[in-house]
């Protein structure tokens, strides 16, 4: 069995071929889809954070409407990059995005990756300490977002206050017990997912990371989730911990489908350069019909390795269209490869 549910970075674009052609667009269309996709038997609905970009940004207002108009579904991100974040605020948003979906966000966080602007960070008022880069500041800035979500005092109290202080020092409020359990690393590499492991986040994997070995995308990460995994157990954490991948995925059941994603461009890896330093790759798509795609996906190491898996949409192509490509796959390929 897995936790199957979308990924959606809420691209816009206001033009005639676009069928999402504003933010307010996309941000409506994103509630409608998770409100679809609960409706027809999925997991999870997870968001994209880009900022200087059409597409979808600060995520929490996002996250408390699908919070209200669903009853079952996970609601997350995937991911929030850490280095645009004040943490103690984030805490706060966080908290209440999560009580009133219930207890179902699942909170995905990273260091972050190359953004729309050169060094966008500074432009929200963040700078990196002496002697540390941007991927330490991002790093930082989610340690102290998982401390200050264990829910314990730090704050030293007004002795004066306008209203009654319950004794001791305070914490942020609201606090959503158990919210701290379901934060999630979007691991780059290796080492950073030995990272994540260590502070007992649970583990997100995209579809790139560094190119570590020069093997094949799914190899790199499937061993890159092994590694995540043999640190939890190292670090003593009790519980289980949660590990996702995401994939684009098109089961090919009709003209539209033939039409949108029939011609198989990107059926194989692809190795780039994310910064000047960084040599990446990035894992392929996959659109065929049901039973080459089934026989395909039996494969990927990476897919088998984890437990949550979320599917990238083309949310320009429409809410009736992305309900229809998340239906595809929980009707037609996930119970033969043993995921329903």
């Not at 069928?19 to 994209?48: N, P, W």
């Not at 995540?228 to 995925?249: D, F, L, M, N, Q």
């Not at 089961?251 to 780039?272: H, K, W």
């Not at 990476?302 to 239906?327: K, S």
């Amino acid at each position: 069995m897995k936790t199957i549910g979308f990924l959606s970075f809420g691209h816009w674009a206001p033009s005639p071929q676009s069928g999402t052609r504003s933010a307010g667009e996309a941000l409506l269309q994103s509630i409608d889809l998770a409100v679809a996709a609960e409706e027809l038997g999925a997991d999870g609905a997870y968001f994209r954070v880009h900022h200087f970009a059409r597409q979808l940004a600060s995520p929490f207002p996002l996250l408390a409407a699908v919070g209200a108009k669903t009853s079952k579904i996970e609601i997350g991100t995937a991911v929030i990059d850490m280095r645009y974040e004040n943490p103690l605020y984030m805490a706060e948003d966080a908290g209440s995005a999560d009580l009133i979906a219930g207890g179902r966000l699942q909170l995905g966080i990273s260091r972050g990756s190359p953004e729309q602007v050169i060094d966008g960070w500074r432009y929200f008022g963040y700078e990196p300490a002496e002697g540390q880069s941007d991927a330490d500041m991002g790093r930082g800035h989610a340690e102290v977002l998982l401390n200050v979500l264990r829910g314990q005092g730090f704050a030293q109290p007004n002795p004066r206050p306008m209203f009654p202080n319950p004794p001791g020092l305070l914490r942020l409020e609201p606090h959503s017990e158990g919210l701290r359990e379901r934060i999630w690393w979007g691991a780059g590499s290796n080492a950073t997912a030995v990272w994540a492991a260590k502070l007992g986040m649970n583990l997100q994997s995209s579809t790139l990371k560094d190119d570590e070995t020069g093997e094949p995308f799914h190899i790199q990460q499937a061993k890159q989730i092994r590694a995540y995994r043999e640190a939890w157990k190292e670090a003593g954490h009790a519980r289980t911990p949660r590990v996702s991948v995401s994939r684009s995925i098109f089961a090919l059941v009709d003209d539209r489908d033939r039409a949108y994603f029939g011609r198989g461009n990107q059926s194989e890896d692809q190795v780039g350069f994310i910064d000047e330093n960084t040599r990446a790759i990035f894992g392929r798509s996959y659109a065929a019909e049901p039973d080459k795609l089934i026989a395909e996906l039996k494969q990927d190491e990476a897919v088998a390795e984890a437990d949550t898996l979320l599917l990238t949409v083309p949310n320009q192509l429409g809410v009736d269209y992305n309900a229809h490509v998340i239906e595809a796959i929980l009707k037609h390929v996930a119970p033969a490869l043993g995921w329903r």
